[in-house]
Every structure is written in structure tokens, then in C-alpha cells.
Nanobody
Framework: VQLVESGGGLVQAGGSLRLSCAAS????????IGWFRQAPGKEREGVSC????????YYLDSVKGRFTISRDNAKNTVYLQVNSLKPEDTAVYYC???????????????????????WGQGTQVTVSS
């Protein structure tokens, strides 16, 4: 199983990036994919997640309206479009995968790191003011 993030970089406040999470080694379209981030000295927090079919999504309140998650199951890839970036968005961004039998049961757990089985190595996003 492998998850590989890419697309991070250094941008000015107000800028945009498109993060990608490429998956291999498992049946991608059976898995929920989440994006997390971890800033220096802080705990890893859930940013967004998307259901296996792509029709159900959660977002962290502070990124609603600025970040958009999507997936292409034909390419085994999940994307996170990050717009209107702020210095407080600076962090290492990780994607993670979990096979969960019920979206309804999953909902309350979507932002917990303990929910997910597989993790990527992360991509750095730095936003300058």
C-alpha cells in the first residue's frame, strides 16, 4: 500500500495550490480518503475527507469555502484544491485511507487520525504573509 502526496510549495497569502494524493496497492474505490495537516508544534488535524464514490464530503470549518476535495477513481488519485491561502494554513499536508463499511458510522470519526489505516509521507505547504 502506498500513498504519495505532491503539489505542495511556497506561496504568498491569497495564493492557490493543488495537492494530489496518488494511491497504489489497494482497491482505491473501496476506500475513504482524508486530508490532514500538521503545523510545527501542533497536533495533526483533519482538513477534509471524501467518500469512496466521491459524493459525500466533510471539511474542517476553517477551510470551508477555500478548499475543495475531489477524487478520480480511474486515476487512483484524490485532489485537494487550496485557495485563498493564509499563513495559518502553513503545515505538512498528509493524505490517509480507510475502508469503512458505513459512511453514517464514519461521520463522527472522520477527523481522527486513529480512524485511518494508511498514510502518506506528506507534502509541505508554506504560506508567506
Amino acid at each position: 500500500v502506498q500513498l504519495v502526496e505532491s503539489g505542495g510549495g511556497l506561496v504568498q497569502a491569497g495564493g492557490s495550490l493543488r495537492l494530489s494524493c496518488a494511491a497504489s496497492g489497494f482497491t482505491f474505490d473501496d476506500y475513504i480518503i482524508g486530508w490532514f495537516r500538521q503545523a510545527p508544534g501542533k497536533e495533526r488535524e483533519g482538513v477534509s475527507c471524501i467518500s469512496s464514490s466521491g459524493d459525500r464530503i466533510y471539511y474542517l470549518d476553517s477551510v470551508k469555502g477555500r478548499f475543495t476535495i475531489s477524487r478520480d477513481n480511474a486515476k487512483n488519485t484524490v485532489y485537494l484544491q487550496v485557495n485563498s491561502l493564509k499563513p495559518e494554513d502553513t503545515a505538512v499536508y498528509y493524505c490517509a485511507a480507510v475502508h469503512f463499511p458505513s459512511w453514517r458510522a464514519f461521520g463522527s470519526r472522520w477527523s481522527s487520525t486513529r480512524t485511518y489505516d494508511y498514510w502518506g509521507q506528506g507534502t509541505q505547504v508554506t504560506v508567506s504573509s
